[in-house]
Structure formats: structure tokens, C-alpha cells
């Protein structure tokens, strides 16, 4: 008879929904003791929030988690960690302008006996930790001062003060360098070697299959299927379990016939700061025609977002490569340049860089063309109301008036706010990065359409998402970065799901 893994952590049918949103449904799953326990699935599959119901930070859901075979229930990660579950997410945690030492004890600070913070005793005792993690980091370093793989030391010296019988590593290695993630697995072992339980969440396959002792494959909030005998799991088995999602009653989009060549770059590459030999962008050439609209597609990391901001003025002193906009070569140091050469980008984040929440719809939409509503040097609000009348109806924005202040518009509406922003500067390309990011389906149909009669009008569109079925609904061609480097060209015709995320993960 073969050996009974010894079982941790056992989830059972965890639901959990955001609004109308099911994240989880019905999700069942096993961590075993003292082995790398690998997830995978693509973006979306609800990785992250499993993990965070594990780790206390979702104490709301449908289920049962059972630790060591007794049920328990954790109200926030302190209570977790107290039964030794530690998480390390996927935004790393830290407080930049403290000090190692004092990231590791925040909320747990040692006092001598008077009382008083002991801060020679936290030291050594974050040295100690350091060292366990052969890291030679003085306890001292602000966190500031530290690269991304060096805070992810700090995130698991952190769970190894409290005695960690599980750490979740949400995507660690998406933001390091080789070498860190090298460093990483070799903590992992030791980790192992004391019976830690690990959790791992990473679309790096290859990377992954040095690690991992079992998978279990995640996909629109349900479990798909665990693979055990890692020694002959190929990549293709892992890809099958990643990929799949029901795409039946996906949008379909219009087939636009295409004009001429709106923008070509050539050569573009993006060179890290303070690393010239690392790029974020590594020789990126692409065109896009009239009414073309051309999907981005990567996993984290890839560098889709950079480079929407190279191309749009956003790291001028680092870019290289060329820029044409109808054939003519353009030189874009500025988000004026852009502007003036008739980009738009829709940001990754609307409510950081994409919109004034305190401020009325109208100032929103006329803030990137203001010189059309200024009238002998004065602001006419008469022109500004018009211009974002306009939109409100064209776009359906669902809103009293223009002048409602945009924090109060749903998620939907308000991303209609920001594109009409840019449509009001009457741009020749349009960046949209992530356009659906965090709103509700009927909302995302509506942004599907409106992309599509914006091509139909002409414009050329380059749209970044990161969930594969959206991307191959709305776009007529779709590229994919992986690493910084384009790994794949897909139509049409020859796009499909396990092909795409197969570049992806390359
Ligand atoms: P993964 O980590 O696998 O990429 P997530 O767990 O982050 O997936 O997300 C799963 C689903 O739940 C996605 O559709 C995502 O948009 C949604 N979701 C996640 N967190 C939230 C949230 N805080 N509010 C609303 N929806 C969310
Ligand atoms: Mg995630």
C-alpha cells in the first residue's frame, strides 16, 4: 500500500463572491505536509483569494478549513499566523522607510523589562533570521534600500519569526531576478527540511517544476485537478490545467475591414534603472492599422504595462527604438508629446492615474484638451458641460449630470469617464490597459462594444489584458509578451487558448 501523504491543510467547498462576482465555487484542496504544494491557473482562476481565506484576510466566505484535521476559522492574518500560517502576497507588505528589524516586529515589538522597545534584542534576533536565510543583510538596511528579492526575504523572515507551519507565496518570483529566485529555492528546501509546508503560486513553469512536489490546477473558481507524480508531469499537462475556461457565451467582435498603418515601433527596448544589462522591454517591434484593434496578452510581470508607458512618453530618458505614427517618424519624450501626436492611454489603475475622484464628470473628461474649452484665455464652463455631454451620451454614461462628482459613479461608468478623457483629445491610437479590470460583466460587455465601434471609427486600438478569453474575444490580432520579449503572434484563425498561454509562460 502506498503512504497516506500527511495533510495540513484541508479546504472544503469554499465559496466566496465579490458582489456579483464568484470568485470561488465550491473549491476544494489539500495542502500536504512539508511539500511544495504548486497552484496553478491563469489570471483570474481566483489563485490570490483562495490564499487569502487561508491566510485570514478574507474572513468571509461559504466552507470549512480544517488545520491538523481540526476545523478552525481565522477573523484576520493575526489570528492565522498564530496557528503558523504565514503569507507572503503578491504586492509585497513592507514599510519602506523602516528598517528590516523593524518590518519584521511591527505590531510585535520586544520590550525590556522597563517596558521600553528592545531594539538590541530585535536585532539579534533578526540577524538570526537572516542568517537561517543565509541572507547577509545588515538587521539595520532600511527597507527602502532593498531590491524586490531582498524584500521577499524580509517577507519570509517575517513568517519564520512566527514559526510558520505554512508559507503562501503568491506569485513570488514574477518580479525577481535568477539569481533571487535561486536564493528562494534554496530556502524553500531548507524550509522543507524542517517540515514547512509551502503553497506556490507561480506561472513560471519551468521555474515551478524545480520545486514543486504535487500541482493543483485552479480555473474559474474551481478546483480542476491535482497531478501527484511531478517526475512525469510535462509542460503541455500543466498548460491543459491552466487553460480551458467556458468561453461559450463570450463577446464575439465585429470584423472591421482595416485601413492604413496608424503606428509602428521599431526596436523598442527599456533598460531597468540601475541595471542596463536587465530590460523590461527587450526589442519590441509591432504596427497596428486603422481600426485594427491589436491584443496585448502576458502574465504578471511581462511588461505590458511598460510598454504602453514607453510608447507614451512616460520614461523618456531610458526608451530606445523608433516611433512612427502614419509612416512619420516621431520623437515622444513627453505625455504632451503624445498627446499632441494623437495617443490616448486609459491606465492600468484608473482611480491612481486615470481619474479625479473629487472632481465633476466635466472636468474629468475635458482635463487632456483644455484649450477646447478655454475661450478667449478663460475657462468656458458652458463649452465644458457641452463636451462632456457629449460623451455621457454617446458613451451611455449613467449619470444625473456632468456635473456629478466621479467618485460617485460605478466602477463601469466611471472607466467610460476616463475614456472619454481621451476620446475628447481626438486621438489617432488609443492604449487601453486592463479596460475591464475590477468591473462587473454587463459593464465589460458595454467597454467590449464601445472598443469595437471606436475601431469601426477608425481608430487604432492596443488593448493589455490579462485574461485570456477577454483578449481573444475583443482583438483582431494578439500578441504576446513574456519576459519582455514578444513570444507569440496570433489571429483570428489560428489563436487558441492553450497556444496563447504556451507563449505566455515561455
Ligand atoms: P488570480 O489570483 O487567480 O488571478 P483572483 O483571486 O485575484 O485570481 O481573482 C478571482 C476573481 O475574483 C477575478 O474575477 C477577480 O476579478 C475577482 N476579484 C478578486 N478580488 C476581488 C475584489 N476584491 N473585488 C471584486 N472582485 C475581485
Ligand atoms: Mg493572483
Not at 500527511?6 to 466566496?16: C, E, P, R, Y
Not at 466552507?63 to 476545523?71: I, V
Not at 504632451?336 to 486615470?354: C, Q, T, Y
Request: hydrophobic share 40%; net charge neutral.
Amino acid at each position: 500500500m502506498e503512504n497516506q501523504p500527511s495533510i495540513l491543510l484541508k479546504a472544503q467547498n469554499i465559496t466566496k463572491k465579490f458582489g456579483g462576482i464568484t470568485a470561488l465555487n465550491n473549491v476544494n484542496l489539500e495542502v500536504h505536509t512539508g511539500k511544495v504544494n504548486a497552484i496553478v491557473g491563469e489570471n483570474g482562476a481566483g489563485k490570490s483569494t483562495l490564499m487569502k481565506i487561508l491566510s485570514g484576510v478574507y474572513p468571509d466566505y461559504d466552507g470549512k478549513l480544517f488545520l491538523n484535521g481540526e476545523e478552525v476559522s481565522f477573523k484576520n492574518p493575526k489570528e492565522a499566523m498564530q496557528k503558523g500560517i504565514a503569507i507572503m502576497h503578491q504586492e509585497l507588505n513592507l514599510i519602506p522607510y523602516l528598517s528590516i528589524t523593524e518590518n519584521i516586529f511591527l505590531g510585535r515589538e520586544i520590550e525590556n523589562p522597563f517596558g521600553m522597545l528592545d531594539s538590541k534584542e530585535m536585532h539579534k534576533k533578526t540577524k538570526e533570521l537572516l542568517e537561517r536565510l543565509h541572507c547577509k543583510l545588515s538587521p539595520k538596511t532600511l527597507v527602502s534600500d532593498l531590491r524586490v528579492g531582498e524584500q521577499q526575504l524580509v517577507e519570509i523572515a517575517k513568517a519564520l519569526l512566527e514559526d510558520a507551519k505554512l508559507v503562501i507565496m503568491d506569485e513570488p518570483t514574477s518580479a525577481i531576478s535568477d539569481s533571487e529566485i535561486e536564493v528562494l529555492f534554496k530556502i524553500i528546501e531548507s524550509l522543507k527540511t524542517q517540515n514547512v509546508s509551502i503553497l506556490y503560486i507561480s506561472h513560471k513553469l519551468d521555474k515551478l517544476r524545480l520545486i514543486a512536489d504535487r500541482f493543483i490546477g485552479l480555473r474559474d473558481g474551481n478546483t480542476v485537478g491535482t497531478i501527484e507524480n511531478v517526475k512525469e508531469v510535462k509542460r503541455d499537462d500543466l498548460i491543459r490545467l491552466m487553460v480551458g475556461r467556458d468561453i461559450s457565451n463570450m463577446y464575439k467582435k465585429d470584423t472591421v475591414s482595416l485601413g492604413e498603418e496608424v503606428l509602428r515601433i521599431e526596436n523598442i527596448c527599456l533598460p531597468k534603472i540601475g541595471n542596463k544589462a536587465f530590460y523590461l522591454l527587450n526589442n519590441i517591434n509591432f504596427s497596428v492599422k486603422k481600426g485594427e484593434v491589436l491584443g496585448l496578452f502576458g502574465l504578471m510581470g511581462a511588461g505590458r504595462t511598460e510598454l504602453l508607458e514607453t510608447l507614451f512618453g512616460l520614461h523618456p530618458n531610458l526608451m530606445t527604438g523608433t516611433v512612427f505614427i502614419e509612416n512619420k517618424e516621431v520623437k515622444i519624450r513627453s505625455v504632451m508629446d503624445a498627446i499632441k501626436n494623437g495617443m490616448g492611454l486609459v491606465p492600468e489603475d484608473r482611480k491612481e492615474d486615470g481619474l479625479v475622484l473629487q472632481m465633476e464628470i466635466s472636468k474629468n473628461v475635458s482635463m487632456a484638451t483644455v484649450d477646447s474649452v478655454v475661450k478667449n484665455g478663460f475657462l468656458n464652463t458652458a463649452l465644458e458641460s457641452l463636451l462632456s455631454k457629449k460623451y455621457i451620451e454617446s458613451l451611455k454614461i449613467k449619470t444625473p449630470s456632468e456635473k456629478q462628482l466621479s467618485k460617485n459613479l460605478s466602477g463601469g461608468n466611471q472607466q467610460k469617464v476616463v475614456l472619454s478623457k481621451w476620446l475628447a483629445t481626438t486621438p489617432k491610437i488609443l492604449f487601453l490597459d486592463e479596460p475591464t479590470r475590477g468591473i462587473d460583466v454587463s459593464a465589460k460587455n458595454e467597454i467590449y462594444h464601445l472598443i469595437n465601434k471606436l475601431a469601426k471609427d477608425g481608430l487604432g486600438i492596443v488593448v493589455v489584458s490579462s485574461e485570456l478569453p477577454e483578449i481573444m474575444s475583443i482583438s483582431d490580432r494578439i500578441l504576446v509578451l513574456s519576459d519582455s520579449r514578444i513570444t507569440g503572434e496570433f489571429n483570428q484563425e489560428n489563436a487558441s487558448e492553450e497556444a496563447i498561454m504556451k507563449a505566455a509562460v515561455e
